[in-house]
Every structure is written in structure tokens, then in C-alpha cells.
């Protein structure tokens, strides 16, 4: 009897494997594969762009403007942090259940601000932007609340997770010691988790900094919006010039966060607090002066968005959405419907390949990226080339990561012909550099004893690689697979505005033709598609445990 | 017993940032002796074991393997059919079935090919289905490894150990982590295997007990220095007391 069940999971881990890598070559069957992918100048257009990377216009008129957008962008991603973290701290306590007292209300108010928070971050944040500036025109509160209110709900899901994997006996010391719900919250729950939650919240602000530079699709300043107006005066070397100003936001915020979580670790220790109190200081100071640019310099009037006329226009919109006066509301309509389907199915297999492609660069490139293999300290051998191939490596993935799919697209675009394809393909060009990170980290972490008694039984570096690294680190970069599965189907929709077909691009149309009741069907797709796509991720991932 | 000296030290040294490991260490190990390495913690126990294994380079000083300096070995598929490890539990990949662990002694002998393989379809699956029988694993060989107790992996380990069937045997605190009726097991099953093929067996151990018991040498180091290298019968009270003695007497630095 003992000895069927392991060998059972051996083969259940490698049945899913199989499982998987058929689910992508069925992904790749729904392209017709030939020349008809690509623009006829596509080749000569992709040269082009390529020249413009290695020689962007430095230009110091067009430096300026770089700096200035760039403001722009931290501002709005930092006034849309700070009220996301407010919403986050609020309902997350609220979903934890930590504040209620009797087992049924607890239970009542677990689903039903469990359910706010899951329906907010469903949605995409570029999604929110447009519904925004549909029913309220073009406000920068438009895109801060569209930041807000995703990464609101994404923050307070992890809050309230962190609060009720709290351990119980310093809890129930504070409760044995009298002490109310609010106190127990205050003096209990909250030292216990603050320092996790910081550091997930800086990490979130890093996406949020590319979340806040592609609001300007919607027609908001930024970053983005010089990106789309370079891309459309097919100026890629200014193009360029941008994208390299977003790279270095990206790492700027990256250096920050690990300033805190090193501070966090590190004066856990030591009594100073000074590394912390200057973080502390410097963020409040951002966000003052991101909300004093934003009501001054943009002119931004918070009652000027629940002016009379702005309320008529969102009544009308929301109202035209639920097809309210309309005749033959689309999502009535068995027509519209089977399109709709059809369109979904292209969207689901539009993210398989994009994760496929992702993993498989990732795949070939993890090894060298980790630290702990580029200086040969895992196993036991050393070559000149280690490290420089780390550095290139890295190097890969922060300008992987630090460009968003959004405009990864719009580039692509001017390439392949739009499908699903190019979809496919800046979605992976994206993720890759974030998958490959996450994964070398894994692989940093890993216990090396192992690894060291296979190279000094004589094996390999492929043979470590089979026997001693993949078999330990496996069940891990299948999880972050899945993850990122997770959060690329949720932006499939992004991708589609520009053309790279599926769900997001009829989305656009419908937008543009005022379609309201298209958009609501479009939206009931995407987020049947969404809770698909987390349902599949857990099943699958409870599999390999 | 054969007159074939396996391993000679002459005058090794070794430093940690300024901490002494190995100052000046001379001895020399002949083929099917079991010797065992004792003193207290921080003595260099490990390190010695360590710079025999080619794991960390010396400072000074030579160290001959069966006559031939250390550095003429390259790394990898020769130099493991000389020197096998074993060390407490952490040697194992976890996730594998234990037959996995155990052929992995035999990646210096495979090409790569027939290693991936392997993995599918066990290959040479009866060299170690009879080393698994040796240690009583028999009925476990597709079991995960990490699924196993302490001295159950211990005994997956040296199964592995008799498959990669080197000449000398470097054992690393090969027992910390066991019980005492464990270690017993482990330890009089590692000096059998030895003994049958004649091996030479080199092994660190923290109890004095368990190297009178089963080694017919101890070398005692105290502070990087040898301390005695006697035969088991001429290890007496005295010398013991002295070697574990807890001031530091003289000024030895």
C-alpha cells in the first residue's frame, strides 16, 4: 500500500507536465503558420526599431519632455497607491473577519468584502481607466482611482490573508489579557504583519509605476502617452528614449523597495531605525507632492467630478451598460453571444502560448541568471564566461520586465499583422524577464548540500541540472507559471485594444462605436475568463503539492 | 591489510579570514583502514575532510591521493571514482525516487544521454536494487526520498556510495542527526560495506564512543593541530579528557 501512493505522485507530477506541454502545442495549432503573419515590411520596420534602441534621440528638448512625463507618471502611480492602500487597510480588515465576534457575521462579512475585493482586482486597471473616463471624461482622478481601486483590491486580499495567518497564542495572550477588538487588532495583528505587508506593497508599487505609464491609452499624459505619439510619427529612436525613461523609474522604485525590505530585515536586529524612518519620510513627501501636482499644476477638482453633469453622464453610461432603453441588448442576443465565445476561446489560447513562449526563454536562460551558478558556488565549477552571461542575462530581464506588455504591443503591431499572435508574443516578451527572475531567486534560495555531493559524485553540470536542481525546484516554477498565467489572462484584454486581437480589441471597437450592451457582454466574457483561469491555476497547483 | 598508502598529508595548513583551520598537519592513511577523526567543535574536522574532498583549496603543504598530488586530479568523472562523501542527511535530492538517488552515483560512468534517460527508465536498475538490499531498502526503491526517516536516507546514501564504489570513503558527521539505536545502524553497516570491499574509510564523528567502537584509528585535532593519531587500543581516559578539556591552557595562538 506504501508503495503505490509515492510512485503514484511521481507519475502525477509527470502526467501533468505532459498535460501542460499539450495544452500549449494545442495553443499553437489555432495559428495558420505562414507568411501571411507579417506586414510585408515588417522585416525593414523591425530593423528600423531595432536602430532606434541602440541610437535613441538624446535630444535635451525632448530629455525634458522625458523628464516631465515621467513625473507625471510617478505622480499619479503614487496618489493611486496611497488611496489604494487606505481601500486596501479598510476592507481587507474588514474580509479578515479579525474585528467581528460572532462566528456568523464573521462568516457574512468574509464573503461579502472577500467578494468586494475579488470583484475589484478582476478587472484591469486600464479597464477601470476607460469605464472612468466614459462616465467622468478626462480627469487624471479618472486613472488615480483606476489605479486605486485594482491594486486596492489586490492589496487587501494579501492584508486580510496575512491577518488571518496570524498565529494564534499572542492573539489570544492579548485577548486572555482583556484587551478589545480594536486593541487586539492595533497591538496584536498588525506589528505581526506590517513588515510583510510593506514590502508587498513596494512591490506592488513598482507594477503600479507601469500600471500609471499606460493609462495614457486612455488618453491621459505620461509616459505612455509620448510612447504612443512617438510610435504614431514612427520615431522609434524617441520611442526608445521613453521606454528607457520608464526602465529607469522601474529600477529606481526596484532599488528603493530593496533599501526597505533590507531595513525591515536587517533591524530586526539592530535597534536603529533610521534607513526605515528616511523611507518613511521620503514616501510621505512623495505623495504629498504628487497630490500637491495634481490638484495644483493638473488642476484637478475632486467636486468637479460629481458635478450635475458628470453624474447625468455616468448615469447614462452605467445605465447604457445594464441596456437600459435599448432594443436588442447584446447580451441577449444568441448571436452576439456565439461571437463573444469564439473571441474568448482566442483570448484563452492567446495567454497559453504567451505563457508557453515565456516559459520556454525563461526556461533556457534561469540557470545562468543565478547568482549562485554564475560564481560557481553550487556547483563547483567556475568559468570566465559565468559571469558575464549573469550580467546579460539580467540585464534581459529588467528590460523585459520593465516595458509593459501595452507597449510591447503597440511595437509588435507594426510587425505581424494583428491576431492573436502578436498578442501572444508581447504578453511573453513581458513576463519572461519577470518569470526568469522569480525563478532564479528559487534557484538562489535552494539548499546547495545536495547539489554539492552530486558534482563530487563525479556528475555533469546538464547531469546536476537533471538530477539535483530541476527535480527540487520543479514544483516551484510550476507554481509561478501558473501565477503568471493568472495575471496575463487578466491582461489579455489590454493587448487587444491595440490590435493584437481577441477579447480586448472588439472591446475597443465596441467602445468606440458606443455599443454600451457589447461592453457588458465583452466584460461578462473576460471575467468568466478570469475566474476560468484562477479556478484552473488552483486545481493545479494543489495537484503538485 | 595493504601497505598501499591511499592518502598522505604533509604539513597542511589552512586559514579562515584569520582564524587558524589546519595549521601544519601531517599523517598518512593506508588502503582498508578505518580511521576515524575526532575533537572537539571548530577543531577542522570538517575543513580536513573538506580538503580531501577538493572542496577547499590549501594554503600549503601537500596532499597526495593514492600517490599522486590532489591538484593533478580534475574535478569531476576521475577524481570521483577515487573519493566518495557522505555526509548527515542533506545529501539526497528529495523529490526523486530513492532509485534515482542511488544511480546518481553512477553519473560519473554515464553519458548524458543515458543519465536523462535514466530518469524515465531506471538503466543498470539491478547494481542498485542489489545496493539497496544490502542496506534493507529493498522494498523502497520508488518511494520519494524525502518521504523516508533520517536513517532510512542515511542508508539511501550509502546505498549510493556502493554504487559509485569509490576507493576511499570520506564520511562528515555521518550520524549527528540520528538516534543512538540509528547511528549504531548506520555506522556498523558503512564500516561492513567498507571492510567487504576494501575501502578506506576516513570519517569525522563528535562521539568517542562510536569511534572506539567501530574504527581501528583515531586522529584527534585540537585547534587545527593533530592532537594524537593512535591505534583504537592505545586511546586511553587521560588523553581523552585532555583533548576535550575546556580551557584553553598555554598561549597556543
Known amino acids: ?545 | 591489510m595493504s601497505s598501499k598508502t591511499m592518502i598522505e598529508a604533509k604539513n597542511i595548513s589552512k586559514h579562515f579570514e584569520r582564524k587558524i583551520a589546519l595549521s601544519s598537519l601531517s599523517f598518512s592513511i593506508s588502503q582498508g583502514e578505518l580511521v576515524a577523526i575526532i575533537g572537539p567543535s571548530g577543531a577542522g574536522k570538517t575543513t580536513l575532510l573538506n580538503s580531501i574532498a577538493g572542496l577547499v583549496s590549501l594554503e600549503d603543504g601537500d596532499l597526495l591521493i593514492d600517490s599522486k598530488p590532489l591538484k593533478e586530479y580534475k574535478r569531476g568523472k576521475r577524481f570521483a571514482r577515487k573519493i566518495g562523501v557522505i555526509r548527515q542527511q542533506f545529501d539526497l535530492i528529495g523529490p526523486l525516487a530513492v532509485i534515482h538517488n542511488v544511480l546518481a552515483g553512477k553519473l560519473s560512468e554515464w553519458s548524458l544521454f543515458k543519465s536523462l534517460f535514466s530518469l524515465l527508465v531506471p538503466q543498470d536498475k539491478e547494481t542498485a536494487l542489489t545496493a539497496l538490499e544490502r542496506v534493507g531498502l529493498e522494498n523502497k526503491p520508488y518511494e520519494i526520498t524525502a518521504t523516508l526517516s533520517g536513517g532510512e536516507q542515511q542508508r539511501v546514501a550509502m546505498a549510493r556510495l556502493m554504487v559509485q564504489n569509490p576507493e576511499i570513503i570520506l564520511a562528515d558527521e555521518p550520524v549527528a542527526s540520528l538516534d543512538p539505536a540509528r547511528a549504531d545502524d548506520v555506522l556498523s553497516m558503512l564500516t561492513a560495506i567498507v571492510i567487504e570491499k576494501n575501502q578506506t574509510l576516513l570519517a569525522s564523528l563528535h562521539s568517542v564512543e562510536y569511534a572506539k567502537r567501530y574504527f581501528t584509528r583515531i586522529i584527534a585535532l585540537k585547534n587545527g593541530k593533530l592532537f594524537f593519531d593512535l591505534p583504537t587500543e592505545d586511546v586511553t581516559h587521560e588523553i581523552l579528557n585532555e583533548l576535550y578539556q575546556l580551557k584553553e591552557q598555554g598561549s597556543d595562538e
Open chain 1, 1 to 545: 500500500m506504501n508503495k503505490l501512493i509515492p510512485s503514484l505522485g511521481l507519475h502525477k507530477r509527470f502526467i501533468l507536465t505532459i498535460l501542460l506541454i499539450a495544452v500549449f502545442v494545442w495553443s499553437l495549432t489555432s495559428i495558420q503558420w505562414n507568411s501571411e503573419l507579417y506586414h510585408a515590411g515588417g522585416i525593414p520596420t523591425m530593423l528600423q526599431i531595432f536602430e532606434g534602441l541602440i541610437q535613441p534621440n538624446l535630444d535635451s528638448e525632448l530629455l525634458l519632455v522625458g523628464l516631465e512625463s515621467a513625473w507625471i507618471t510617478l505622480a499619479y502611480a503614487v496618489a493611486g497607491m496611497s488611496l489604494a492602500i487606505v481601500y486596501a487597510f479598510i476592507v481587507g480588515v474588514l474580509a479578515s473577519g479579525t474585528l467581528t465576534s460572532s462566528k456568523f457575521s464573521r462568516i457574512i462579512s468574509k464573503v461579502f468584502f472577500r467578494g468586494i475585493l475579488g470583484f475589484t482586482r478582476s478587472i484591469h486597471e486600464l479597464i477601470w481607466a476607460w469605464l472612468f473616463v466614459a462616465a467622468v471624461g478626462l480627469s487624471p482622478y479618472a486613472a488615480i482611482l483606476a489605479l486605486a481601486i485594482p491594486y486596492g483590491g489586490i492589496l487587501g486580499r494579501i492584508f486580510a490573508d496575512m491577518l488571518n495567518d496570524v498565529p494564534g497564542q499572542p492573539i489570544l495572550a492579548l485577548k486572555s489579557a482583556g484587551s478589545s477588538r480594536l486593541q487586539t487588532l492595533i497591538y496584536g495583528y498588525l506589528p505581526l504583519i506590517w513588515s510583510d505587508f510593506i514590502s508587498y506593497t513596494m512591490y506592488r508599487f513598482e507594477c503600479a509605476i507601469r500600471s500609471s505609464a499606460i493609462m495614457s491609452f486612455v488618453g491621459l499624459g505620461g509616459l505612455g502617452f509620448q510612447i504612443q505619439l512617438a510610435l504614431a510619427d514612427l520615431k522609434y529612436d524617441s520611442v526608445w528614449t521613453f521606454i528607457f525613461f520608464l526602465i529607469a523609474l522601474v529600477i529606481f522604485v526596484d532599488g528603493w523597495s530593496n533599501f526597505v525590505r533590507k531595513g525591515l530585515t536587517e533591524h530586526k536586529r539592530r535597534k536603529g531605525m533610521n534607513s526605515g524612518w528616511l523611507s518613511v519620510l521620503f514616501a510621505l513627501l512623495l505623495i504629498a507632492a504628487s497630490w500637491f501636482y495634481i490638484t495644483l499644476s493638473e488642476k484637478a477638482n475632486l467636486g468637479e467630478l460629481l458635478s450635475e453633469k458628470n453624474l447625468e453622464y455616468a448615469s447614462k453610461f452605467f445605465g447604457g451598460l445594464l441596456g437600459i432603453n435599448q432594443e436588442n441588448p447584446a447580451f441577449l442576443n444568441g448571436e452576439s453571444w456565439a461571437l463573444a465565445l469564439k473571441l474568448t476561446m482566442e483570448t484563452l489560447e492567446m495567454s497559453v502560448m504567451a505563457i508557453g513562449f515565456a516559459t520556454i526563454v525563461a526556461f533556457i536562460t534561469v540557470i545562468p541568471a543565478a547568482r549562485n551558478i554564475a560564481n560557481g558556488s553550487l556547483t563547483l565549477q567556475k568559468n570566465w564566461y559565468n559571469r558575464i552571461l549573469y550580467g546579460v542575462i539580467r540585464l534581459f530581464y529588467i528590460f523585459s520586465r520593465s516595458v509593459p506588455e501595452l507597449v510591447w504591443a503597440m511595437m509588435i503591431i507594426f510587425i505581424f499583422k494583428p491576431g492573436i499572435l502578436p498578442g501572444a508574443l508581447a504578453l511573453a516578451l513581458h513576463n519572461f524577464g519577470i518569470l526568469g527572475k522569480l525563478w532564479a531567486e528559487v534557484v538562489e534560495d535552494m539548499d546547495p548540500r545536495p547539489i554539492r555531493n552530486l558534482a563530487t559524485a563525479g556528475a555533469s553540470k546538464i547531469e546536476i541540472l537533471f538530477y539535483g536542481i530541476l527535480p527540487i525546484v520543479l514544483p516551484r516554477f510550476l507554481t509561478y507559471i501558473l501565477y503568471r498565467w493568472e495575471v496575463i489572462m487578466r491582461t489579455t484584454i489590454v493587448v487587444g485594444f491595440v490590435g493584437a486581437g481577441g477579447l480586448g480589441m472588439e472591446f475597443k471597437l465596441a467602445m468606440s462605436y458606443f455599443d454600451y450592451t457589447q461592453i457588458t457582454l465583452l466584460l461578462l466574457c473576460y471575467m468568466i475568463l478570469v475566474i476560468i483561469a484562477d479556478f484552473a491555476s488552483e486545481t493545479t497547483r494543489k495537484a503538485v503539492k
